[in-house]
């Protein structure tokens, strides 16, 4: 965990979207609660990027980039050279000040750049020393990603910053660890650093890679073209020096007689965090949510209260915002949350849904509609496929998923969209799937 400095917080606000009326015997509320981060002033990156602080000062941060130099990044030969400049073009757009380090990936770790045990600090030096070490990176061994996070977390941890991150590219399958193993890691690193993680070409595993980013609170995506390497990590490192405070957690208070069914982020993407839970004091706790900058982000509460009579009505839950600190104390971050339970015989009133909570509950099941259809749709169940492929056009169309509808039509074709008529495409480009199974857990916001 990192320190808490009041100096680099952004400025937290939260609001609650639900209905609040239950018929009479009801008990589960459902409630969508927004989380909004701003900033104040400007400070500029190491190529001229604005990011916001509200004092003015960057955060201290650290930042360790995981490259794959297993020998599959050798076919073609073009893909290593990318993943050396796009490493190369990350590190140019390290802040000033900014802690760093590059690990070389296969079925080992090893230190690239600086090596013995250390983090650099990002100047005009040593950016170009540590991109001269870049040029020595060739491709050989094999695959054991658990080994690189855990180097990772060791670098990290030794220094005193108050965000840390990191960057993981790979090309292939994790075929020299057991899964167990790099369960293990990333059960060892979750809350120690954040990790934003990137499959290139298509010879890696979605599942493997869209895991590690969700158990370290980061993004997943293809990069299907090696030549397109540079851009991304860039923005991806662009977006972790634009962030201001680390290890902030949701806490969900609730009474006596009460108990969560879930806690989701729904928005940008959906993350399950219901077993991410830790106590926090009787009828508390703690959710993850990682960095913020300055962003707004959506999350899906569901809890079961109390029976009661018409025209009692309760507090079913209290949201807060908390920097869990080191010596186990807690530093609010002054938002608040209420989300209420209110019994009444008007049926207009209990029956109808909250705009935001149908929204996604429709994103959460889409989601799942393509994670399944897919996974039908290899094992050779193609009326399977089929009606869940189909299922999530039909959910993609009506909440206005334009991005989501795209890769749908690129596995299927539409017949239609409102009714999710589809047929399977006979001949599918592996890039496109496995897109669409990447991405499958991006949202978009409720339509105003």
């Not at 690193?189 to 890696?204: H, Q």
């Not at 009326?383 to 999530?392: S, V, Y």
């Not at 795209?406 to 480009?429: E, I, N, S, Y």
């Amino acid at each position: 965990m990192a320190n808490f400095s009041k100096s680099n917080v952004p400025r937290f606000s939260v609001d609650v979207y639900q209905n609040e009326y239950l018929p009479e015997g009801g008990r589960e509320v459902n409630a969508v609660v927004t989380v909004t981060a701003t900033g104040g002033g400007t400070v500029g990156s190491a190529v001229g990027a604005p990011h916001l602080y509200t004092s003015g000062r960057a955060p201290a941060a650290a930042v360790a980039v995981m490259v794959d130099c297993s020998g599959s990044m050798d076919y073609p030969p073009t893909k290593m050279r990318n993943a050396r400049d796009a490493t190369a073009a990350a590190i140019d757009t390290l802040r000033d000040g900014v802690h760093f380090a590059v690990v070389a990936g296969t079925h080992v770790a090893r230190e690239v750049y600086p090596g013995n045990g250390r983090l650099a600090v990002a100047d005009a030096t040593t950016r170009e020393q540590a991109k001269h070490a870049l040029r020595r990176l060739g491709a050989g061994g094999g695959t054991a990603i658990g080994t690189w996070l855990r180097l990772a977390d060791r670098l990290l941890s030794s220094a005193d910053v108050e965000i840390r991150h990191g960057i993981l590219l790979t090309d292939g399958r994790n075929e020299h660890e057991s899964p167990t193993d790099l369960r293990a890691a990333l059960d060892a690193c979750a809350g120690r650093f954040t990790c934003d993680a990137r499959g290139v070409g298509t010879d890696w595993e979605v599942k493997e890679v869209t895991g590690i980013a969700s158990a370290l609170l980061g993004s997943a995506d293809i990069v299907a073209d090696p030549a397109g390497l540079a851009a991304d990590f860039t923005q991806m490192m662009e977006t972790a020096m634009g962030k201001e405070v680390a290890d902030v957690a949701l806490r969900l208070w609730t009474p006596v007689g009460t108990t969560v069914q879930f806690v989701k982020q729904v928005a940008p993407t959906v993350v399950e965090l219901s077993h991410r839970r830790t106590g926090a004091g009787p009828r508390a706790g703690d959710y993850p949510t990682g960095s913020w900058g300055d962003e707004s982000r959506d999350y899906h509460i569901c809890v079961q209260v109390p029976p009661a009579d018409l025209g009692r009505e309760m507090l079913a839950a209290r949201v807060s915002l908390v920097v869990p600190q080191p010596d186990g104390s807690v530093h609010n971050l002054g938002a608040q949350g209420l989300v209420r339970a209110v019994w009444t015989d008007d049926m207009v009133a209990s029956t109808s849904i909250n705009p935001q909570v149908a929204h996604y509950t429709g994103q959460e099941e889409l989601a799942r509609a393509i994670q399944q259809g897919l996974d039908l749709r290899k094992v050779g169940d193609m009326d399977g496929a089929t009606a869940k492929l189909g299922r999530a056009v039909q959910l993609a169309s009506a909440s206005g998923n334009a991005d989501t509808a795209k890769l749908l039509a690129k596995v299927v074709d539409v017949v239609d969209a409102a009714t999710g008529t589809v047929r399977l495409k006979a001949k599918v480009d592996e890039a496109d799937e496995m897109t669409l199974e990447t991405r499958s857990t991006k949202t978009v916001r409720v339509k105003k």
